[in-house]
């Protein structure tokens, strides 16, 4: 029992598939490239309530301090993996690597 393939519905297939993982690419690069801004300004606020438990000397601002170098090392982990995700979909999406260490394409 031979079966006739059509090139046409493979091709076809094949475009529509491409189409769709092109669509998702870019989806997920919008949200990558969408989180750096508020992540670094949920840090910066961090370290600004740190900055302020550091001016006074009480019982209430050692559990404060505690609470922000936890919360900043949490979004240096978080940016790490965003990082890494915008790699990967920089790779996908421009088709060369982007480095991070001097922010030129390699």
Not at 7 to 26: F, G, H, S
Not at 62 to 81: G, M, V, W, Y
Request: hydrophobic content about 35%; proline content about 2%.
């Amino acid at each position: 029992m031979n079966k006739t393939v059509n090139i046409n519905e493979i091709t076809n297939a094949a475009t529509t598939d491409v189409k769709n993982l092109e669509e998702q690419i870019d989806k997920l690069w919008d949200k990558i490239t969408d989180m750096e801004r508020p992540l670094g300004r949920v840090s910066d606020f961090i370290m600004s309530m740190y900055w302020i438990t550091q001016s006074q000397n009480d019982d209430v601002t050692s559990p404060l301090t505690t609470i922000a170098l936890t919360a900043e090392e949490l979004c240096r982990q978080i940016e790490e993996q965003r990082g890494e995700c915008f790699s990967t979909l920089h790779a996908l999406k421009f088709g060369k690597k982007q480095t991070v260490a001097d922010g030129v394409s390699a």
